[in-house]
């Protein structure tokens, strides 16, 4: 089964760097886009970027210029540099493969002061 493991979230403060990572177990990872989302107090899950096997990245646009992800397929491991970051990025950190049902990871908390 595969499993996500989210980590190196914090507390930072406004206009700080994070980098969070997100291992996967299973031989899926370096054939399958992977994403990162993120679910702030009170709402609903969203989508924050996403990388392609080959390495071709979307954001969306409230992270656009200061968000970046990345992989490293030999490690299953992908990651999200987060710089200047806002408070109103502080939200639980997801990642998972988008469109799946495998379960989601604990997230990692990011908590960003103002």
């Known amino acids: 089964q595969v499993q996500l493991v989210e980590s190196g979230g914090g507390l930072v403060q406004a206009g700080g760097s994070l980098r969070l990572s997100c291992v996967a177990s299973?031989?899926?990872?370096?054939?399958?886009?992977m994403g990162w989302y993120r679910q702030a107090p009170g709402k609903q899950r969203e989508w924050v970027a996403r990388?392609?096997?080959?390495?071709?990245?979307t954001y969306a646009d409230s992270v656009k210029g200061r968000f970046t992800i990345s992989r490293d397929n030999a490690r299953n491991t992908a990651y999200l540099r987060m710089d200047s970051l806002k408070s109103e990025d502080t939200a639980v950190y997801y990642c998972?493969?988008?469109?799946?049902?495998?379960?989601w990871g604990q997230g990692t908390q990011v908590t960003v002061s103002s």
């Open positions: 299973g031989s899926i990872f370096s054939s399958n886009v």
């Open positions: 990388i392609t096997p080959s390495g071709r990245t």
């Open positions: 998972n493969y988008p469109f799946s049902q495998i379960p």
